[in-house]
């Protein structure tokens, strides 16, 4: 990517994914942002969800130094990505390391900047939204939790030493936003000073004496830290008791798309050739959107209305892959695994056999799920109805997915 795009009337953001760490907290042969969940590294889940949100201008990853190959194939075929800076000794020095390589790249130089965990998949694009909106009204801005537990002070031998008072209290979250220039020379001057151990970017404003704001935060925004949340993100080990994920669900979608001008039609993620195209607020893709419908439906959770309203300009012409992704997320968040998709176009042309491998690869990168668990098949109306007069196409979706048995208690 050649530059940011830039508008006089709104401010320019880049979004900085620090994943420069080792995350030997979380065990396993590599770090834990390269490790896999629902199919795919969970460092290519963070960087889809800002490459994939209108606001976000582009996505720097501070990686490792000898991480580069290893990035490279995470990264591939996402928009918006920029070639990676190498992180230093400390996240202060990692994130400091990404501001400058902003910085030496002239026109990247954004208004705002998000700074944001690779080790947090399970980010909202509605909490990136807030956090561009906190750092439109302020120099630094984080996403916080009311703590909701008692919290005790300990001494070091383990004793209660007093209780706090936890109204006043506040968890904290990535994405953090702040105005580019004003983290820039926050970051220059603690380094200067030789101050290297302030823990997040918010501590480092603070210690250059900018007031940090507060927007409200996620409960499903947690980092991975622990083999066991590693272990929820990867999906139940195959050797894990069926009780784990006894709850079986099944969903179906159903869209249609009217045809209009255009060359070509969005079909499962894959642009075909077409005399027409297909009208419809985002992409028009008829597949996609039915897979998302089924997922949700299986989740109880709406539908793709409810999540993407038609009546919201930064939906207009999105890439439904954006929307199926995060129906995906949603099974993820809830600790489940999507088992099978299964997709059926309708429609007289155009012939989606000679694209049905190309379909079914598109759909199981943006789902994560395994190539053979993933169905596409087409189909005609004998030339009957509103397909058979070459109107517009239809699909219908089914899938298959496997909650925690906790999740089946509680309905």
């Not at 994130?95 to 965990?117: I, K």
């Not at 399970?122 to 939204?129: R, W």
């Not at 994920?245 to 798309?257: E, K, S």
């Not at 012409?317 to 997320?329: I, K, M, T, W, Y």
Request: hydrophobic share 45%.
């Amino acid at each position: 990517m050649s530059g940011a795009t830039r508008d006089a009337a709104t401010p320019t953001c880049i979004a900085i994914v620090v994943a420069a760490g080792r995350g030997t907290r979380a065990g396993g042969p590599l770090p834990k942002q390269y490790q896999m969940m629902a199919g795919e590294p969970v460092l290519r889940r963070t960087l889809r969800l800002f490459a994939s949100h209108p606001q976000i201008a582009a996505v720097l990853a501070v990686i490792h130094s000898d991480d580069s190959v290893r990035f490279a194939d995470t990264a591939r075929d996402l928009p918006k990505i920029l070639a990676p800076a190498f992180g230093g000794a400390t996240r202060q020095a990692s994130v400091r390391a990404g501001l400058e390589a902003l910085a030496a790249a002239g026109g990247m130089r954004p208004d705002l900047v998000l700074v944001h965990d690779a080790a947090r998949p399970y980010t909202s694009p509605d909490l990136i939204a807030r956090a561009v909106a906190a750092a439109g009204g302020a120099d630094a801005a984080i996403p916080v939790l009311a703590v909701t537990d008692t919290v005790k002070r300990v001494d070091a031998d383990g004793i209660v030493a007093e209780t706090l008072d936890r109204a006043a209290l506040r968890t904290v979250q990535t994405p953090q936003a702040f105005r580019f220039a004003a983290l820039r020379a926050a970051h220059a001057a603690a380094a200067a000073a030789g101050v290297e151990t302030l823990t997040d970017d918010a501590a480092v404003m603070e210690w250059a004496g900018h007031p940090v704001a507060t927007f409200e935060g996620e409960s499903t925004n947690v980092k991975l830290t622990t083999p066991d949340d590693m272990t929820r993100a990867a999906g139940t080990p195959v050797n894990a008791p069926l009780a784990d994920l006894a709850d079986v669900r099944t969903g179906t979608g159903f869209d249609v798309h009217a045809f209009g001008p255009g060359d070509h039609v969005m079909l499962g993620g894959v642009a075909v050739p077409h005399t027409a195209g297909l009208i419809g607020h985002s992409d028009a893709d008829v597949g996609l959107h039915a897979l998302t419908d089924a997922l949700l439906g299986a989740l109880c959770d709406g539908d793709i209305g409810a999540h993407f309203p038609p009546s919201d300009p930064q939906w207009k012409g999105a890439s439904s892959d954006r929307f199926l992704a995060h129906a995906v997320e949603k099974v993820t968040a809830r600790g489940g695994r999507i088992a099978h998709l299964d997709l059926t176009l309708i429609c007289e042309a155009p012939k989606v056999g000679p694209h049905r491998d190309a379909i079914r690869a598109a759909i199981a990168r943006i789902t994560g799920v395994p190539l053979a668990r993933v169905s596409v098949k087409a189909t005609t109306t004998e030339k009957l109805g509103f397909t058979g007069r070459r109107e517009g196409i239809a699909a219908m979706a089914s899938v298959t997915i496997r909650l925690p048995f906790e999740d089946a208690a509680e309905g």
